[in-house]
């Protein structure tokens, strides 16, 4: 029995070297090369199609604001202005200099501080919106067709 274990081992060695030489013989297969630039080239191209794609349909369903909307839009944004100028007031005790000083940075209104308070304005409608301190902001809410809901409102606007 010795020798054909003898006889299985060797041929098991042969085979091994056999098939040894013929990996080695066999040609590596040969990778494609392509330049560094193609598929960020592509991604860019894919890339600017999509966002002008974006745009173009972006502008081209973009409602424009009717004159009134756009009047309350300007008074909803001095409110808000005017909400955070009265909270820098309660905690400082004084008129800010600027709206930069509270936070804001709408560069579509004027601020100008006084000796008995401040007054707000906006600057990007035909007709600019203003709020002086003096008025009640209910008042100004209801003449800017926003009112609060505990505000009394005058006729036909709800």
Known sequence: MRDSENFAAAAGELIDEVQSTIRDDEPAPARERRSPWVLPGVLAIVFAGVLG????LLQAASPRLSPTEARRADGVMVFVATQAVE??????GRVPENLDAVGLGFTELRYAPSAGGFSITSSQGEAPVRHDRSERIDDFMVRMGVAPPDAESPEGIR
């Open 87 to 92: 909270g820098w007031v309660a905690e400082h």
């Open 53 to 56: 794609w974006n745009l173009w």
